[in-house]
């Protein structure tokens, strides 16, 4: 690959390494991701292996949001939402975690929520 980028290679050659890597490149971009959608009351998990799944969220029976204070990253924060035997985690960094968790709290019996989280010490002496 190095031989391509310095122009090392012939044209030929390029043509070639161009066709064997294509796939790869499409595979990735096509690659079915995580995804975790909200339509009507119903929560429908797609992973990135097997097959999709789906519950409403009456059938939630617990729910756990940590935050952990990282002093260089932020806050790094994930919910893990239970609905039966079967968990699903949505973290911070995720595109549209932020609604998810809007919807869940919105949603969701307040006593089924717990919320777990370590202080730093600065944040404590300030108490």
């Known amino acids: 690959m190095g031989f391509a980028l ?4 012939p044209p030929a050659g390029a043509v070639i390494f161009a066709l064997l890597i294509a796939p790869f490149i499409i595979a990735g971009v096509l690659w079915p991701r995580f995804r975790v959608v909200v339509r009507q009351g119903v929560v429908i998990v797609r992973p990135c292996f097997g097959r ?3 519950f409403e969220v009456a059938d939630i029976t ?12 932020g806050a790094l924060a994930k919910m893990t939402v239970w609905a039966g035997r079967r968990r699903v985690s949505v973290e911070a960094l995720m595109r549209g ?8 709290e919105r ?21």
């Open 62 to 73: 617990r729910v756990v949001r940590r935050v952990n204070p990282n002093s260089s990253t």
């Open 107 to 127: 949603n969701v019996d307040p006593g089924r929520i717990i919320t777990k989280g370590h202080a730093r010490a600065s944040d404590q002496d300030a108490l």
């Open 52 to 54: 999709a799944w789906q």
């Open 97 to 104: 975690s932020e609604a998810f968790w809007t919807y869940i």
């Open 6 to 9: 310095a122009g090392e290679l």
